[in-house]
Structures are given as C-alpha cells and as structure tokens.
C-alpha cells in the first residue's frame, strides 16, 4: 500500500539564483500524479529534492511521519528504501549486467539466498518485459530498454513511493504509449504512490489522477485531472494544449507589453479540447486509486469541455 | 576556495567514518587493489630504473672526483629510498591510480548512478569511496617497496656494470648512512600519499558536474592537485623525520 507525501512551503535556491519557491501539495496515497512544467523549471531538482538528494532551503516534506528536511544522514538513508526512483537515462552501474543491476539492492540490503533472489529479479524483469536481456550490459541495449530496466530496480525492494524522471524523453510515441500503459498496469499492481515528472502533455492528459503544473518558479496549480483538463487559467490551458498564445514565452515568460499586445492582436483561443478517458489496467479491472471519469467534474458542477469523456477520444 | 577545502575536510572526515562500518566491501576493495596495481606496476618499474640510473650517474663522477667510490652504494639508497622511491610513488599514484579513480568516479556522478545508489538506501562513500582510498594505501605501499627495489637495482647497474664500481664496496657501504627507519619513513609516506592521493581523487570525481567535460576538467583538477599536495607532504614528512630520527654519521 502506497504512503501519502506531504510538501509544505518548499523553497530551494543555488547559490543566488532561485528555482522554485513555496511549493506545497500533497500526492494522495496510492495516486499517480504528474508534475509538468516548461523544461527549465526545476522538475528535476523538485524530484531530487523529495528523495532528499538535494537539500531545500526552507518547507518540509511529510512522508510516513517524518520531516525529510530535517532527518539525519542515516536515517534518511533508512527513509529512502520506501522509494524507488526512474532516472532519465535509467542510471544504470555501467559495469553490471542488467541482472546485476536489478539484483543490486537486494544484494546489499537483504541476506537472502541467490535462489530467491533470482526469482524476484526474474519477476520484476517481467513486470517490465525484459527477461532474455539479463546478461547484456547497460551500454548494448536502447534507451527504451535502459528505462524499463531502470524501473525494474527501482521497483524490486517494493518502494511504497516510486519517482519517474521524465520517463518519456528520447523514446519514440510507441514505446511512450507502451511505458505509459506499463505505468497505470505497475500502479494497478503495487498500489503505491507514483509521481512522474514530465513535459509530455499527452502522457498528462491521460496517465494521471493528479497534475501539477511548475512555471515561473511556483507551482501554478496542482488538483485533479479533471480541474485541470477543464481550467482557462491562462498558464495551464497554453501548457496542457501545446499554444503559443499565453503567458509562457520561447525563452521565458512573456512581459507585460507582449501580453497586451498578443491581447489586442485578438487571437482567438480554440476551445478547450474534450477530456480523454484516463488509461485503464491493461488486465482490465480497475485501479484502486481509479476515479470514475467525469466524476471531479460532476462534484464540483463544473461543465467539461464539449465531447469529453466520449470513447471516440480513447488513444 | 575556502568552501572547496571544507567540503573536502568534511568528505575525508566522512570517509573515515565509513572506515569501521560493517559490512566491509571486501570485494570492492579487492577489485580496487587489483585495478590500480594493474595500472601503476608497469610504469612504476620503468620510471624508477631511469630513477636509479640518474643517482647513480650523477653521482659517480662526482664522488670519483672526491675519491669516495665505495659510497656510491650508500648515497644510491639513501636518495632512492628516502627521497625518489616516495616520489615515483606518488607520481604513479596520482597520476594512473588516482586519475583512474577520479574518471571512474565521475562518470558515475553524471551518469547518475551515484544518486541512483543513494536513492537505493546505500552510501557510495561507504560502497565506493572507502575501499578506493584503502586499496589505494595498501598498493601505494607496496608499490613503494617495488620502486626502492628497482631504483636500487637500476643504481647497482649503472654503477657497476656501466661505470666499473665495484660490487663488494657498492652492497657493503648500504649501512655506511642509511638506517631502517628511512625504509620505515618511506612506506609511512607512501601510506599517507595513497591516501590523500586516492581522497582527492574521490573527492574530485563525486563533484564533477557538467557532462563529459565535466569529467575531464575533474581528472585534470585532481592530478594536478594531487601532485602539489603530495610534494608539499613530502617536504613536511621529511623534515620532521629529520627532527625526530638520529640520523647515522652526523
């Protein structure tokens, strides 16, 4: 079962220069949630800093009763095993096999026998859909494979909290779809709390229970899906639809002039794209952290936009 | 600058926290010997025959002058084994065993492996850091050992085969000023500089940032520092060896 995490007033800067300043959100136990954001904006280093790699300059993180922000070097290495994290490239030792790999934290934190080590790594590679590639080295197999392998280890002490660092850079839309699906089927499975750090709209619009949008250096807005699916707060509505015309500049954001000028231009915004379904359990029987679709909408009698959650938009 | 020589105090203190913490990573450690024996031997050997060679030239003729040659033997040990069997260590150290460290250690960084380890509950001080900096030690002192073997060696060659000494005076005159303890001193240093050499190192790789450059900018940074570092001890070593240890025929 998954363990809720809690940030409260998180600040963290290098040197002078801030990267985000005052975010609090909760990640709901056993939901997977998205954090998005313009590349830029410090995902990575919100990610890190929730594991306790980093160390912020102000806030607290809640996670099963302890303050990770004030916890010593020791026990924060206790803290860590609720984890797993999926590192960009997968972060694989270079020098071990990929069964080394996934077999390597269990070798340095339990005393079991090779056998039984075996068959858990054998499992875990399965989940992922890689048995066969146990004796190749991280450098001989793709991006794609680095990745699931990755997962694989990251997931093989049974983390009640797993951290996805942008799981769908550099692979191509089939295998994101097919990482996606693995994501809601792994969520299905072991009930944990998952948060996926992203800039990948299409993987937001679909995977998660929960987004939260990074810009400017605060969290914008974090809620629901559907709260944000359906918002015409001007930041989310450009970020979530992929437009030009908003508050989010090719650089950095847009100074006031440019806004007034964009504004009286008189662009029309299209209207809001209809809301897909979420990606169900490839197995088919529903999550344990699934919401019925449409439901945020109906509880807080706000209309979706026209043609959502209609199977015509299932992808 | 300041922060820099912090962070690094506070590194190596960690470093000797992790020294008695169980279990010992006995195999790392092994590897690690291995791997830096691997890279240091060869050129040892071959840096410390010139070495030898070089004394026992220069001081050859000099002593031939003086009418002393039965203490060519004496002076090639005594400068072999106090003086140029550290510092051919010390090179060789920093410059195969602790580059390969660095190098090592920094392409884990930025690949993040490091952070992947940290984040799997295991310190890669611990894992990583303190078998490097012991087996760095145990080899610096063997290595040591190997130098003074050679350089004197070498000397021997030179000075009997090339410049016609005489054996018997060369072997025997080895007591006439040196003593044990400039054996002792020697390995002692040979310890100390295996392990600043192979802390740096470490210290330097962990701290690569910025990509591949990154990496190659580390190396750099921590052989040359590492060089000076080493020099400077050297000159502290010795001088209080001096204080401290009576030496023969003053």
Not at chain 1, 219 to 246: D, H, I, K, W, Y
């Amino acid at each position: 079962m998954g363990v809720e995490v809690r940030v409260e007033g998180l600040t963290k800067s290098f040197g002078r220069q801030p990267v985000w300043s005052d975010v609090s959100l909760t990640l709901p136990t056993g939901e997977i949630s998205v954090l998005l954001g313009p590349s830029g904006t410090g995902k990575s280093v919100f990610l890190k800093t929730l594991v306790g790699l980093l160390r912020p300059d102000r806030g607290s993180i809640w996670i099963a009763g302890h303050d990770l922000t004030r916890l010593s070097e020791r026990k924060l290495y206790e803290v860590r095993r609720l984890f797993g994290v999926l590192f960009q490239d997968g972060a694989l030792f270079g020098s071990m096999s990929i069964y080394d790999n996934v077999a390597f934290p269990l070798r340095e934190h339990t005393r079991r026998s090779e056998s039984w080590i075996r068959e858990v790594v054998r499992e875990k590679l399965e989940m992922v859909g890689l048995v066969g590639a146990e004796e190749k080295l991280p450098g001989e197999i793709s991006g794609g494979m680095r990745k699931r392998a990755g997962l694989a280890r990251a997931l093989v002490l049974d983390p009640e909290i797993v951290l996805f660092d942008e799981p769908d850079s550099g692979l191509d839309p089939v295998r994101t779809a097919y990482l996606n699906q693995l994501i809601i089927d792994l969520n299905q499975q072991t009930e944990a709390t998952f948060l996926i750090v992203t800039h990948d709209t299409n993987t937001a619009r679909t995977v998660p229970d929960n987004i939260g949008l990074i810009y400017h250096g605060h969290l914008a807005m974090f809620g629901p899906r559907e709260m944000l699916l359906s918002s015409t707060e001007p930041v989310v509505r450009q970020f979530l639809n992929a437009q030009r015309v908003g508050p989010i500049g090719m650089a950095e954001e847009k100074d006031a002039d440019e806004l007034r000028a964009e504004a009286a231009s008189g662009v029309e915004l299209p209207p809001l794209p209809p809301i897909p379904f979420q990606l169900r359990p490839s197995n088919g029987m529903p999550r344990a952290a699934e919401h019925p679709p449409g439901a945020w909408c109906i509880a807080n009698r706000v209309e979706p936009p026209a043609g959502s959650f209609q199977s015509a938009v299932f992808r | 600058m300041i922060t820099a020589t912090g962070n690094f105090v506070a590194f190596s203190l960690d470093t000797l926290r992790g020294l008695p913490r169980r279990p010992f990573q006995v195999r790392e450690f092994v590897q690690q010997a291995w791997f830096i024996s691997s890279v240091s031997i060869l050129p040892a050997a071959l840096v410390s025959i010139p070495f030898g060679a070089v004394i026992a030239l220069q001081l050859g003729s000099l002593v031939r002058q003086l009418g002393a040659q039965s203490f060519t033997g004496a002076a090639s040990v005594l400068a072999v084994v106090r003086e140029a069997g550290p510092i051919v260590t010390a090179l060789i150290i920093a410059g195969a065993g602790g580059s390969a460290i660095c190098a090592d250690l920094g392409a884990r960084k930025i690949r993040e492996e490091l952070d992947a380890m940290r984040v799997l509950g295991i310190d890669p001080i611990h894992r990583l850091v303190v078998p490097r900096v012991l087996a760095t030690m145990l080899v610096a002192v063997l290595l040591n050992g190997l130098v003074n073997v050679v350089g004197v060696g070498g000397g021997y060659f030179f000075n009997v085969v090339l410049q016609g000494g005489t054996p018997g005076a060369y072997l025997a005159s080895f007591q006439a000023l040196g003593q044990l303890p400039d054996l002792v001193v020697g390995e002692i240093k040979a310890l100390v500089f295996g392990a600043v050499a192979a802390l740096v190192a470490s210290y330097k790789g962990m701290t690569a940032r910025g990509g591949p450059k990154g990496v190659g900018d580390a190396v750099n940074q921590s052989v040359v520092i590492t060089f000076m570092l080493l020099f400077a001890l050297n000159f502290v070593i010795t001088a209080i060896y001096f204080q401290v240890v009576p030496q023969k025929g003053t």
